[in-house]
């Protein structure tokens, strides 16, 4: 169930750094795309062995996203800095022979978009920005993310949340409007010819941990729920579990300038796990929780926008924690199956992480990172401060 308000935010994020219906544009991404992945491709053609299982399941699971007209989202487990643009490297050069079969993404806004050039470098490559740290799920980015994930053909009263019989009515008072959705001149900020695929890494960081922990992951966050949940119609989703990027790049806590730039554990395999379309059955029932959620907690004088009980409620928090759960839970099938013993069930919990975070790994010694653990804010540059609801703290 997706709200006015969040998708129209969406459309505003997504011309921020890139001009709206450009074919131009659309000429520079796909080359800079292609570029990228072609730089990729030759590297791990040269020095590494990759091995890709699963190649028929993404396939299809995107062939069912187009055929019933809906997005195509994959999620992955992230282990390095090399995991994206590495990853496509490992896959046919079919993938990016059209600008609609190339994922979009989100990206640190801290570390990938803190200068002009970097920007557009970025979003030429299909990435937005995304703010860590305390910002949280509800960030333009992610708005954006439901939006490329709403086909341009739902946007209209049957998919986006209209309130109830007591509530302000919405499409009548906007069709108007020019940048409306129910105007018949909307235009969509995105040249595309089919449904959208998006990919993301829902830890949110890289996590790197040494044995018995290694090839473990952090838990999901929430705003990665917001993508199944929101869009006007249920994604097609895939998971995806990888082992191997990190010895191309390894994490150090020395600064070392070569190494840092040039690729380690030459010779290493790389193994690309993609697992089957997650049953829809269970999207569409959390899905239909969402729905429920919002007849019950939306702003009845503004019904375009999420209340903040549908942000921030007990209940609302819950459902986009056993998402997640479930979503988490089928990446680490993946990795069991790519022959990892079994995680710690520590990892999987968000209390446990925030915990650790905050004491720099002191409340669990016995799990370490290999270099940093990079969700330390003091390790990083160029970051913002938030208050407990996402807002901007002035310095």
Known sequence: MSFYDVLQRGDDFILKDRPGQSRIWNFFSQATCMAVVGGSKAILGLFYNVNVKGLDNLDHGLAKARAENRGFLTLMNHMSVCDDPFIWACLPWRYF????????????????????ASSTFFSLGKLFSCERFGRGPFQGGLDALVRILSPD????????????????????TLASDVRSFYSPRYTPPVLRYKTSWVHIFPEGYVCQLKPPHNNSMRFFRWGTARLILEPTVAPVVVPIFTDGFEKIAPEAKVDD??????????????????GKAL???????????WRALCDKYHDKLHPNDLSFELKFGK???ALRSRV????????????????FPPEDQRLKSQKFWSEYT???????PDIQFVGYNWAVRAYQKNTKTYDEYGNEISK
């Open 279 to 289: 049953d829809d059955r269970i999207i569409e029932a959390f899905r239909a929780e």
């Open 315 to 317: 209940e609302a928090e």
């Open 358 to 364: 905050k004491t720099d790994g002191a409340s669990a």
């Open 257 to 274: 300038v070569v190494d840092s730039l040039l690729p380690q554990g030459i010779g290493s395999t790389i193994t690309v796990n993609i």
């Open 153 to 172: 053909d739902t946007l209209d009263t049957d998919h986006i949340f209209q309130g109830t019989e007591k509530s302000a009515p919405i499409g009548s």
């Open 97 to 116: 022979l059209s600008l609609d079969d190339i994922r979009w993404g989100l990206a640190a806004s801290n570390i990938c978009f803190n200068s002009k």
């Open 324 to 339: 997640c759960d479930y979503l988490r839970e089928k990446v680490a099938q993946l990795r069991l199956e790519n022959g």
